[in-house]
């Protein structure tokens, strides 16, 4: 009964390849977010959808495509794989009130992406 | 695996220092971070540390590392209604470059 879920946990890839990164959060939550871990460990935002509906876009190259087909799920499709896309990026999830006062983030385990 | 515990809430008078506790198992822990999440935002980093250290201090926050109880703490100076936030721990190691976030803590300001 695992909460937020990421698949695959690993991937490897060569450069110029299309993938996609699959979240799903089985806690009713209505906002789904994805990170990006950067070379020193630190986490960024880069986007966060509530139902269904991008809330929040930070710069990322166009590349990187969130889709959300439900709000249980938001996956990451990034084109053209470049050698700096390698990362962990994590998925997480929370359920957002009115006026956006936030409920605690629950994280997946993260996927780690080396692109060769 | 790697386990990382906060207490969920904090209540603490404006003005007063606030002080949010961590622990965590991973005794390879390399790196420890602080992140806050504001309403309707993403993570922020706020500050963070290296296990070969015992204290940081940035401005108003001050992070205590005793590595040999595996307890992480924030302290917030002379907190601010600005300051109500969720304040995630977190933890790294050599060699396993994901992070392991704690459950959070939920910190609310009292005017």
């Known amino acids: 009964d695992t909460a937020v879920s990421q698949t695959p946990k690993y991937l490897v890839t060569q450069m110029g390849n299309d993938k996609s990164i699959k979240c799903e959060q089985n806690?009713?939550?209505?906002?789904m977010y994805w990170y990006k871990q950067d070379s020193k460990k630190f986490l960024k935002i880069m986007f966060s959808y509530n139902n269904k509906e991008l809330i929040i876009n930070e710069t990322v190259p166009n590349r990187f495509s969130p889709k959300s087909p439900d709000k249980a799920h938001l996956n990451l499709h990034i084109n053209s794989l470049e050698l700096g896309d390698s990362a962990v990026y994590f998925c997480a999830s929370s359920q957002v009130g009115e006026g956006f006062s936030t409920d605690t983030q629950y994280f997946g385990p993260g996927t780690r992406l080396t692109v060769l | 695996g790697e386990d990382v515990e906060q207490s969920l809430f904090l209540s603490v008078r404006e003005g007063d220092s606030s002080v949010i506790n961590c622990t965590y198992t991973d005794s390879s822990s390399t790196y420890l971070y602080w992140y806050k999440q504001e309403p309707g935002a993403g993570l922020q980093l706020l500050t963070y540390?290296?296990?070969?250290?015992d204290m940081k201090q940035d401005q108003r926050l001050t992070v205590l590392l005793n590595k040999k109880d595996k307890h992480l703490s924030l302290r917030i100076a002379d907190t601010q209604t600005g300051d109500s936030a969720i304040y995630f721990c977190?933890?790294?190691?050599?060699?396993?470059?994901?992070?392991?976030f704690g459950t959070g803590t939920r910190l609310t300001i009292i005017p």
């Open positions: 977190a933890e790294s190691s050599e060699g396993n470059e994901k992070l392991t």
């Open positions: 806690l009713g939550h209505d906002t």
């Open positions: 540390i290296f296990s070969n250290m």
